[in-house]
């Protein structure tokens, strides 16, 4: 049975059964640690974005977020996601040696068409957990917005844009050594 | 007090104890001795160009506002009301037009801190308030050194230059390096270290060696493609101390920046602005410094050439919060300002792939000293010691390798004169009497 496509739901039951799988799968590359696996889901022009984020009164709220061309926690790009993985790699980067145990976990996944059909928006709110070392705990908490491309390599997905909003804004953690 | 100051900081033989980074006795001492009596970085101009801009900063544990004026200069008060002690303004920054007004009752301040009115002026207070004495408490000295915005709230202090002594000459390698300055990027990044202030200082004070073991991985990891390898790297430098507490350290030879900040301002900082740089600077400063850090005492810090900048705000003997910036030169074409701003966030940011394992660090050495056993026995900062010298025919002053711990001695030793001297005559008597020594 097909469902009718609505303005709240704007993509077939498939599709976002689909997607939502990719979200999964690519969180459980991550929990175990695979970041070339993970790097691969990832397409070459990726732009991977977290801003930062400020105290600003309601009437300049305009400015809670640091621009494009400002301060971010991370401005990456393939190039310089896998220069971090390749830090992890040597062996020396302290900060996650002994490594980080994470967990990501996404709900409010919503799927937008864009005007490219391979391409959709993905909205997800998700809580990622760090346990580190003895007695770390961190959580953080936010919302993504991916652009995912139908591809017709690996599982079929990529991950072409990714912003991440994270809702704290002085970082009540001592580094962003884990991926989000 | 429970402890013995005398016992803390022995500079002369380089030992230092433990309890200087953990004892809430010592803290709350230090921020009334040390950051009560210091010049402390508020602001750039960059950050706030435009009257009514303001900056709400932290001297210290007290909250301070930062306000451009109208007629263009700064103003810096205690973010608090002064009738129940309100907190004034709770925006990080913005724009105010009119007044500062307390949230509590309603008391509003002008752009300068003055108390302009208070609700039922008339009826309550029946018109017998003294305004004019109920301002916002004024930071005693505030003075703006190249751009750069520093305050202090002892007005028996030195001036701000006075205080830089002979730490000005290695300042401008930073502050006076363009014709047009430096100008912030925008916004920052703030995050909290559950560590001692004092590490962080100490090491952007003096330390460069622990680059190669902590950020083993980072250099690995960004090195440039057509890079000839690690053992390219300079081992060649300079370090400086000041009698004052100040320090740097730096190579005067080799390719580092062209791994941090990248090849595009390493270009631009070794190459295009050279000239300019050399005709404002001279030779020495303009060559000499090839990735280098710097502190002003105690918690001003930055690295030259990769122009991050930062404050370390204490909140606590075992908590601190980073307050960093990335300044670029206001000319630099807008390519070089991005390749500036990327090469910063990718490596000296709480995702930084360098600062990273500084945190690391400094995080678990705060929880070592927990331990009593690990409290007990005092901290080797000798590297280097006997080794200074006064004679280096380019770089003056208290010299060394780059590879000591000098500066940190000096570090260390002024926080000692702080936190025992009664007065500011006392502290520079005893700086005096060390700079007499050379």
């Known amino acids: 049975m097909t469902m009718e496509l609505t303005s709240l739901a704007r993509v077939s039951v498939e599709l976002q059964h689909e997607i939502e799988q990719f979200l999964y799968h690519e969180a459980a590359l991550l929990a175990e640690r695979e970041y070339r696996d993970w790097l691969d889901l990832f397409a070459p022009d990726i732009h991977y974005w977290m801003p930062t984020r400020y105290n600003r009164l309601r009437r300049e709220l305009h400015r809670e977020f640091s621009e494009p061309d400002e301060t971010a926690f991370f401005d990456e790009d393939y190039d310089s996601l896998s ?41 997800c709110n998700f809580l990622l957990y760090r346990s580190r070392l003895e007695h770390d705990v961190e959580f953080f908490v936010g919302a993504r917005t991916d652009v995912l491309r139908r591809t017709d390599r690996g599982v079929g997905w990529e991950i072409a844009r990714r912003k991440v909003v994270l809702d704290q804004s002085t970082l009540n953690a001592k580094n962003l050594s884990m991926f989000f | 007090m429970a402890v013995d100051l005398t016992t803390l900081v022995d500079s002369e033989t380089g030992t230092i104890s433990p309890l200087i980074y953990c004892d809430e006795e010592l803290y709350e001492l230090e921020l009334e001795r040390v950051f009560g009596r210091s010049w402390l970085f508020l602001a750039h101009d960059s950050m706030i160009p435009k009257a009514g801009d303001f900056f709400s900063t932290y001297m210290g544990e007290d909250p301070v506002l930062v306000v451009r004026q109208k007629d263009g200069s700064v103003a810096a ?41 208070v609700t039922h002026e008339d009826d309550a207070w029946h018109g017998e308030l003294d305004k004019a004495a109920w301002g916002c408490v004024q930071v005693t000295q505030v003075e703006n050194y ?15 230059t006075d205080y830089l002594g002979d730490f000005a000459w290695y300042f401008d390698v930073f502050a006076d390096r363009f014709d047009n300055g430096l100008e912030m990027v925008g916004g920052m990044h703030k995050w909290v270290l559950d560590c001692n202030w004092k590490f962080a200082a100490e090491q952007f004070t003096t330390d460069m060696q622990h680059a190669e073991i902590s950020h083993g991985s980072a250099f690995i990891a960004l090195m440039p493609d057509d890079f000839p390898g690690l053992a390219a790297m300079p081992t060649d430098g300079v370090q400086f101390s000041s009698e004052a507490g100040h320090g740097c350290g730096f190579f005067v030879d080799g390719p580092v920046l062209e791994f941090v900040p990248g090849p595009v301002p390493a270009r631009y900082w070794q190459e295009t602005t050279l000239e300019e740089a050399t005709r404002r600077i001279g030779q020495a400063r303009a060559e000499g410094f090839r990735a280098a850090h710097f502190n002003i005492f105690p918690t001003f810090s930055f690295l030259p050439g990769l122009q991050t900048m930062r404050v370390w705000q204490p909140k606590g003997p075992g908590k601190m919060e980073v307050w960093a910036w990335i300044a670029v030169p206001r000319d630099a074409p807008p390519e070089v300002k991005e390749a500036w701003r990327l090469g910063m966030i990718r490596t000296f940011s709480p995702g930084g792939q360098f600062e990273q394992d500084d945190g690391e660090n400094w995080l678990e050495i705060q929880k070592v000293l927990k331990g009593r056993m690990a409290r007990k026995f005092p901290l080797n900062a000798q590297m280097g010691l006997g080794h200074e010298r006064y004679d280096d025919p380019t770089f003056p002053g208290k010299t060394n390798t780059c590879y000591s711990e000098t500066a940190a001695r000096g570090m260390y030793q002024r926080w000692i004169d702080m936190m025992t001297c009664d007065s500011w005559s006392e502290i520079q008597a005893r700086q005096e009497k060390r700079e007499a020594l050379r």
């Open chain 1, 83 to 123: 220069r971090r993985i390749t830090r992890l790699e040597t062996g020396m980067a302290w900060a996650e040696d002994p490594p980080s145990r994470t967990r990501h976990l996404f709900t409010n996944v919503r799927v937008i068409p864009t005007e490219n059909v391979v391409e959709f928006e993905v909205h």
């Open chain 2, 77 to 117: 008060f205690l973010n608090q009301c002064r009738h129940r002690g309100m907190r004034l303004c709770r925006a990080d920054s913005g724009n105010q037009r009119g007044a500062f007004t307390c949230t509590y009752h309603g008391w509003a301040y002008g752009l300068g801190g003055d108390l302009i009115s």
């Open chain 2, 146 to 160: 190249k751009g750069f915005i520093f305050g202090n709230w002892d007005p028996t202090a030195p001036s701000f």
